[in-house]
């Protein structure tokens, strides 16, 4: 497929990707609105639904130009799968039959002339753990005197409720955040700044179609609900964690920030992308968590202060997006548009492939050496993390996510 844009075969964000995000520009700041990347430009999407609209050109579908002209992709989501995939048909059509060409054109901002935001009003968020090598590595350094494997981890994908307030998009700054720490060796705890401040290199993916309370998606049907994939960091304070969280889970650890990718890459722009899962023979899983369970050949890269660090697989998975859905929704729980749910920290099984600090410097025992001379175990204030990743398209093309970026800023004292 050939857009009539200039855009380069090999662009991240050719005419297979067509992502979608909310931006404005400066002349109307307030006015945010769903916009779709191609190339070095965001297409207006409601300003060309619009069109389309005015000249009775869109028959009984939905009206975009409306669903498109809000701050958030949420209006959009609610629509489902049928729509999703109207919608990404027909912006193919306009951006490749030059016939649109002229009315397209001048809704076409170039990328330095916009704002991105958070692409979601975000409804609830969980992050699932569904990396072995990650699990397995987090449970000997966190508890070398159990297996390193919880016995449920392989039946079902553990997962914990996060803080849905506290997803900024790419770009925001994060403030260190302060807690409770007590090491082994420390009679009692005590307050200040995280000293141990990490990472984790994660995909999140997007939930639309909502579901009532009572009700089940299926692994089959989990297509039908998750509508795309951003790119996730959830910033962890690994000290604040190990004191808080059992027997509960992760709290003040996890929840003071999460970082998501601007662009909504859509499932329909990763078929290319499915894989079979590494394996879930021994022990087979239950029934409900069983069907079209596939995985996702995405490619991580993870840089600190500009240099490359890891390299997670996601294709190399446990569980898979579908499983973690149907098993979100098996106690009858709902799903709202706009709900996100993170994979979990990527790592695969070589050093160079781990998804957090916490892996990758063995709890800040093997500091990193990065190009300017200096070593981390953890993060430093001033410190810049970005994430990008890509997935294989049609005919050899690469549809980009984009990236997540985020520098951490010092503390905030506790008396003002
Ligand atoms: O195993 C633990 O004790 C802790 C694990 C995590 O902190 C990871 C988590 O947030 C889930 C994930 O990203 O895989
Ligand atoms: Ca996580
Ligand atoms: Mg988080």
Same mark, same amino acid.
């Given at each position: 497929m050939t857009t009539w844009l200039d855009v380069p075969a090999d662009h991240p964000f050719g005419i297979d990707t067509l992502p979608y995000g909310v931006f404005s520009t400066r002349d109307a700041p307030q006015r945010r609105r769903v916009g779709v990347r191609i190339g070095d430009h965001v297409l207006d999407a409601s300003a060309v639904a619009a069109i389309g609209r005015d000249a009775g050109m869109v028959g009984d579908g939905p009206d975009l130009a409306t669903v498109w002209e809000t701050p958030s992709l949420n209006s959009f989501l609610a629509l489902? %799968? /049928? =729509?999703?995939?109207? =919608? %990404?048909?027909?912006?193919?059509?306009? $951006?490749? !039959?030059?016939? &649109? %060409?002229?009315?397209?054109? /001048?809704?076409?901002? /170039? $990328? !330095?002339?916009?704002?991105?935001? $958070?692409?979601?009003?975000?409804?609830?968020?969980? !992050?699932?753990?569904?990396?072995?090598? &990650? =699990?397995?590595? #987090?449970?000997?350094?966190?508890? /070398? !005197?159990?297996a390193a494997l919880p016995p449920n981890w392989k039946h079902l994908p553990i997962g914990y409720h996060g803080r849905a307030g506290t997803v900024v998009v790419t770009g925001t700054d994060v403030v260190r955040p302060s807690g409770q720490r007590k090491g082994p060796q420390d009679p009692a705890p005590v307050f200040g700044p995280s000293i141990r401040l990490d990472i984790e290199a994660e995909l999140g993916y997007v939930v639309g179609g909502a579901t009532a309370i009572g009700s089940r998606v299926s692994v089959d049907e989990a297509v039908d609900h998750i509508f795309g994939v951003v790119i996730l960091n959830d910033w962890s304070a690994r000290d604040i964690q190990a004191w808080e969280y059992v027997p509960l889970g992760p709290f003040l650890g996890k929840s003071f920030a999460t970082s998501v990718s601007a662009w909504v890459t859509p499932l329909d722009a990763l078929r290319e992308a499915r894989v079979s899962l590494p394996g879930q023979a021994d022990p087979p899983v239950l029934p409900y968590l069983q069907g079209d369970a596939f995985? $996702?050949? #995405?490619?991580?890269?993870?840089?600190?202060?500009?240099?490359?660090?890891s390299r997670p697989e996601h294709a190399g998975m446990y569980w898979s997006p579908a499983q973690m859905l149907a098993h979100l929704t098996v106690n009858g729980a709902s799903l709202r548009d706009g709900d996100l749910f993170g994979s979990g920290t990527i790592s695969g099984p070589t050093v160079g492939s781990r998804g957090s600090l916490l892996e990758l410097t063995w709890n800040g025992t093997r500091p990193l050496t990065l190009p300017d001379g200096s070593s981390r175990g953890f993060l430093e204030d001033g410190d810049t993390v970005t994430m990008t990743a890509w997935a294989p398209g049609p005919g050899g093309s690469r549809i980009g996510l984009g990236e997540v970026t985020g520098t951490i800023r010092p503390a905030v004292p506790l008396e003002a």
């Open positions: 489902g %799968r /049928p =729509a999703w995939t109207i =919608a %990404r048909e027909w912006l193919t059509e306009i $951006l490749t !039959d030059d016939v &649109h %060409r002229a009315g397209v054109e /001048p809704h076409l901002i /170039p $990328l !330095d002339r916009v704002t991105v935001h $958070l692409p979601i009003d975000v409804a609830d968020y969980v !992050d699932f753990y569904a990396s072995e090598h &990650h =699990a397995s590595n #987090v449970g000997q350094i966190f508890r /070398p !005197d159990n995985g $996702l050949d #995405v490619h991580v890269e993870v840089s600190l202060n500009g240099a490359v660090v």
